[in-house]
């Protein structure tokens, strides 16, 4: 091999293995939206929480479904991003790169003192719980967009293959939208 194409793929692809990096951590944290009413969740009021949320803290709103609803938001300057997961009653918040879970720690309780001041408003607050508490009368339908939607559809398909492989499927289809683990 031409020993300049030798010199120029290991500069490409060996070199940047080498070099010292600093540690990061990455944390997300889903909680769902619960109405202390014991009712189904409102998804007017989560998709309200979230746009107030957005327009306080500056995030810069990077996804709708196709219902125009509002998905997903990212602040610039930390990479920390809200979203919705698979449906309206779970709030992710994901967190850009940080160097200890203090610094992602401040801003999680910035951010959830601030989202269940506005959920509070309407009789509603996060947990943390793992299983949505009013999993069994909540909507549970998926945000529409593509992703959600094939997920959505290929869970529900578990009947046509019952028969094929039955490790592969459980009677609980909706768990993306109710499971916070």
Same mark, same amino acid.
């Given at each position: ?50 746009? !107030?949320?957005?327009? %306080? ?11 125009? @609803? ?19 009653? @779970? ?24 989202? @269940? ?10 947990? $943390? ?11 549970? !339908? ?17 009947? !046509? %293959?019952? @028969? ?11 768990? $993306? ?5």
């Amino acid at each position: 091999m031409d020993p300049t194409l030798r010199q120029a793929i290991y500069e490409k692809y060996i070199a940047p293995t080498q070099k010292q990096r600093p540690d990061y951590i990455g944390v997300e944290i889903e909680m769902p939206v619960v109405n202390l009413a014991d009712e189904p969740v409102d998804e007017r009021i989560a998709l309200a929480a979230a746009e !107030q949320f957005a327009a %306080h803290f500056g995030f810069q709103i990077t996804g709708r479904g196709a219902d125009d @609803n509002f998905t997903s938001a990212q602040d610039s300057a930390t990479g920390d991003i809200l979203s919705f997961d698979c449906c309206y009653s @779970n709030l992710e918040l994901s967190f850009g790169k940080a160097r200890s879970l203090l610094e992602v720690r401040e801003r999680f309780e910035q951010y959830v003192r601030f989202l @269940n001041s506005e959920l509070r408003k309407s009789g509603y607050t996060l947990t $943390g719980m793992g299983i949505h508490p009013n999993a069994n009368i909540n909507r549970n !339908q998926p945000i529409q967009n593509e992703r959600y939607r094939m997920l959505y559809h290929y869970l529900h398909s578990y009947p !046509q %293959h019952t @028969n094929e492989v039955t490790m592969r499927f459980h009677q609980r289809p909706d768990f $993306g939208t109710s499971l916070r683990i």
